[in-house]
């Protein structure tokens, strides 16, 4: 199983980024996916899911300015990412959960893509 984040970049407050994850090895369109970020010093959060179904849920500090989406055909996950703030940096990271109840515990783990945004 592979996952492959991409898309980081270092931008200044209020530009755009769109990561992508790259799905191999798996069934894509039967998981459950989600982007999570970890900032120097801090834990590791949800920031945006989408269930096999494509409903998707964000943590508060995004609602509004993210977006995540799938393509299934592709086998990749999206998350549109507009009007960041410097709090938006950290490594995000893609992963796979079977069950949706399991998604802070996923399955399967992608590498990391960097996203600094500055003031």
């Known amino acids: 199983v592979q996952l492959q984040a991409s898309g980081g970049g270092a931008v200044q407050a209020g530009g755009s980024l769109r990561l992508s994850c790259a799905a191999s090895g798996i069934t894509f369109s039967n998981y459950n996916m989600g982007w999570y970020r970890q900032a120097p010093g801090k834990q590791r959060e949800l920031v945006a899911a989408?269930?096999?179904?494509?409903?998707?849920d964000y943590t508060d500090s995004v609602k509004g300015r993210f977006t995540i989406s799938r393509d299934n055909a592709k086998k990749t996950m999206y998350l549109q990412m507009n009007s960041l703030k410097p709090e938006d940096t950290a490594v995000y990271h893609c992963?796979?959960?079977?069950?949706?109840?399991?998604?802070?515990?996923?399955?399967?783990w992608g590498q990391g893509t960097q996203v600094t945004v500055s003031s």
């Open positions: 992963a796979a959960s079977y069950y949706m109840r399991a998604i802070h515990r996923p399955d399967f």
């Open positions: 989408i269930s096999s179904g494509s409903v998707t």
